[in-house]
């Protein structure tokens, strides 16, 4: 596991320790696997931020934009895991 990995996997552990072990480590593979697509989503997310909307409305709303892509790549996942 690189740095990069390690940073990803207790960022992704602090902000959601509240979903399941199984869970947690979907999100991680996913971020780690396709940095540049979350980092899109976060550009967007900032970009929103910065025109007054609150961070919540922000992420669910581009979020849900993403979320085939977001969807594909969990199945995708899933299916790795079998």
């Known amino acids: 596991m690189g740095v990069k990995d390690f940073l990803v996997k207790k960022m ?31 550009k967007e997310i900032e970009s929103k931020k910065k025109q007054g909307q609150n961070e919540q409305v922000a992420m669910m709303q581009v979020m849900r934009q993403h979320q085939a892509e977001i969807q594909k790549m969990m199945i995708s996942w899933q299916s790795k895991q079998k």
């Open 12 to 42: 992704v552990q602090s902000k959601m320790k509240n979903l399941p072990k199984d869970q947690q480590d979907m999100i991680i593979a996913l971020v780690s696997e396709n940095p540049d697509f979350f980092k899109k989503i976060q």
